[in-house]
Nanobody, 115 residues
Framework: VQLVESGGGLVQAGGSLGLSCAAS????????IGWYRQGLGKQRDLVAT???????NYADSVRGRFTISRDIAKATVYLQMNSLKPEDTAVYYC??????????WGQGTQVTVSS
């Protein structure tokens, strides 16, 4: 499975930004796909995931502001980020885990929220 993110950039606090992650390869093997983020000097943390059964999971810090969705036909997962805060600044990574529990990562895309 290969994952390619797009859509990062610079936005002012309170603004919105959307991320996309296009999966290719053995996409039928994906069980859970979603987003993690890593701020400068911080650990990589879960942001949001969506399972093959369409169950979503969000970090408390983004619940109500971010929305994860997917387009199965396009093998793409999206992250709509609203009401962005400076603390949302990070490199956002697309992540997928298949049914054999193998993990796959994208290359990351920078999101910067200015105050």
């Amino acid at each position: 499975v290969q994952l390619v993110e797009s859509g990062g950039g610079l936005v002012q606090a309170g603004g919105s930004l959307g991320l996309s992650c296009a999966a290719s390869g053995s996409t039928d093997s994906i069980n859970v796909i979603g987003w993690y983020r890593q701020g400068l000097g911080k650990q990589r943390d879960l942001v949001a995931t969506i399972s093959s059964g369409a169950v979503t999971n969000y970090a408390d810090s983004v619940r109500g502001r971010f929305t994860i969705s997917r387009d199965i036909a396009k093998a793409t997962v999206y992250l709509q980020m609203n009401s962005l805060k400076p603390e949302d600044t990070a490199v956002y990574y697309c992540h997928a885990r298949d049914f054999k529990l193998f993990n796959y990562w994208g290359q990351g895309t920078q999101v910067t929220v200015s105050s």
